[in-house]
């Protein structure tokens, strides 16, 4: 049987994500200029928020945003597993597990913030 | 007549065949473009394995040497496991050798290389070998890696540095597809304007550009005002290009046969069929023992006069 993360669990990993990223001054400083907002969204259960990068900052809000310029997909439990930095994005990116929506320097440069404040 | 062929992901507009001798023996040497098509580059190698003595794979990189740390680019081996019988190499086994030597005349017989000199490094995790030797003869360096790949707006001045950035995104990023990465096929005959116009400024503070010819072309702004240009690949076309936007001194690293310098991928394709031995069994100290027989150096040319 699959598990399912839930709303509350999607929330709390975005919080640990931008409270690990507005603590690296390293890395508000590299992205000082990437004003982007990013959706992530649930596809098995209903779930929506949106991550605002701006001036370098990340900030979160539930719900999805008008316009954004990276959707980020996947199911709830692939979605709390990346934010939490239990998996990278990586795997779930190249077997399709994982969809986003946008450009592909956009794409690669979440994947690269996300490996700055998780990886080894 | 041995035959050596580089199979390349960059565009077919550069292919060229040549013959030279190297220690009294005859060489063909070609070049095949697959346009980005990774398809057909698989295709193309598994045609050639068993036909020829050695193929070089160019426009990728398969491995990422930083110190001791060897990164595989999960692409780029996939280009390698389709050859079975005849030796394949990428070039990076000869360029940590190779480049870290031309650094060495550079600075010992020129003026093109003076310890406090600005260098920019459009990318330096696929040459780390000549990025460590501009940094320990006291170059001011830049490493570009995340200006240009990322887009980010963050020189990195250190190798420290560099290689702790590295340590924490290369084991991940080397599985992404290649070509969101580095430019492949058409994209390597076009320049990234908004990139170009955003980082123009390394460039124009930099006295000396250095890396991989597509990024350093793909970037590069007009207007410079004479900068040495410290690279690998180059054609007629690149350094009228190279002339066209201003850089003063074209330094490749590789030899030139009949009015280009080829890849290191080619070259050490070429070593490999010179020596052979079974790959595994090549050591860096092949390597450069070989590069001394054949006393190559690297090419100067002055693109003002």
Known sequence: ?120 | MKHVVSVSLGSSRRDHRVQVELLGEKFEISRMGTDGDFNRALEVLRNLDGKVDAIGLGGIDVYLFVRQKRYAVHDGLKLMEAVKITPVVDGSGLKNTLEREVVQILSEKTDLLKKGMKVLMVSSLDRFGMAEALFDMGCDMTYGDLIFTMGMPYPIKTINELEEIADRTLPELVKMPFHMLYPTGKKQESQDEAKVQKFANYYYEADVIAGDFHLIRRFMPAGMNGQTILTNTTTREDVEFLREKGAGTLVTTTPEFEGRSFGTNVIEAAMVAILGKPLEQITPEDYQDLLRRLDFQPRILNLRS
Do not use: C
Not at chain 1, 85 to 90: K, M, V
């Open chain 1, 1 to 120: 049987m699959q598990v399912l993360a839930t709303h509350a669990e999607i929330t709390d990993s975005l919080t640990v994500f931008a409270d690990n990223y507005n603590k690296n001054e390293r890395l508000k400083i590299m992205n000082r200029d990437w004003n982007r907002v990013v959706v992530i969204r649930a596809t098995d259960i209903e779930s929506l928020h949106t991550l605002i990068l701006r001036d370098g900052v990340v900030s979160l809000k539930e719900g999805a945003s008008e316009n954004p310029d990276l959707t980020v997909i996947s199911d709830s439990e692939t979605l709390a597993d990346i934010f939490y930095g239990d998996i990278t994005p990586t795997e779930p990116y190249n077997n399709g597990t994982l969809r986003i929506m946008g450009s592909e320097d956009d794409i690669i440069r979440l994947d690269f913030i996300s490996l700055m404040i998780w990886g080894e």
